[in-house]
T-cell receptor, first 112, second 113 residues
């Protein structure tokens, strides 16, 4: 089992560019989420999904879009990249509320 | 606002010592308290978790102590090893929520050889 796979691992964008961070899981988890991690600020929830076709906003959703057309995939789209979006992005999935999250290895994004 | 307050922000412990990280919460609607371990360049990984009907849970050298009346829970790492050096996050899950976790800010643990 691959678990949670995130691509790319590293990305440099220019201000104003758009891009999609990919996240796929092969564990048939209903719950998937995107976090950003910045130094000294822990993990902040961007968007989450409790199943295909269902998404909702987290703590810091501005500038990001998500969709969930399948159980396996949960891409995160940056609409118009800004330097403030420079961060490490993690995708996570879970089988149930008391089961714990499985995290991907992260995407390190730099916006210049 | 629901919060989980984690302390200390950083911790240095000698090899073989006990590492203790504390978390406190205010919302009594939390019903699941996991701890995650994160190594540099990696995603967080579930380390150990506890429910509020249990006061202590032990897995190897890692123990969670839970004090429901004080609304506090802590992670103890016995016989700390250099390989335990990582960032540790506590979290809490809200009863009847959609899987969401409220996260502590993290503790960077360094074990000195």
């Amino acid at each position: 089992n691959a678990g949670v796979t995130q691509t790319p691992k590293f990305q440099v964008l220019k201000t104003g560019q758009s891009m999609t961070l990919q996240c796929a899981q092969d564990m048939n988890h209903e719950y998937m989420s995107w976090y950003r991690q910045d130094p000294g600020m822990g993990l902040r929830l961007i968007h989450y999904s409790v199943g295909a076709g269902i998404t909702d906003q987290g703590e810091v959703p501005n500038g990001y879009n998500v969709s969930r057309s399948t159980t396996e995939d949960f891409p995160l789209r940056l609409l118009s990249a800004a330097p403030s979006q420079t961060s490490v992005y993690f995708c996570a999935s879970s089988y149930s509320r008391h089961y714990g999250y499985t995290f991907g290895s992260g995407t390190r994004l730099t916006v210049v | 606002q629901q919060q989980v307050k984690q302390s200390p922000q950083s911790l240095i412990v000698q090899k073989g010592g006990i590492s203790i990280i504390n978390c406190a919460y205010e919302n009594t609607a939390f019903d699941y308290f996991p701890w995650y371990q994160q190594f540099p360049g990696k995603g967080p990984a579930l380390l150990i978790a506890i429910r509020p009907d249990v006061s202590e849970k032990k897995e190897g050298r890692f123990t969670i102590s839970f004090n429901k009346s004080a609304k506090q829970f802590s992670l103890h790492i016995m016989d700390s090893q250099p390989g335990d050096s990582a960032t540790y996050f506590c979290a809490a899950s809200i009863t009847d929520s959609n899987y969401q976790l409220i996260w502590g800010a993290g503790t960077k643990l360094i074990i000195k050889p």
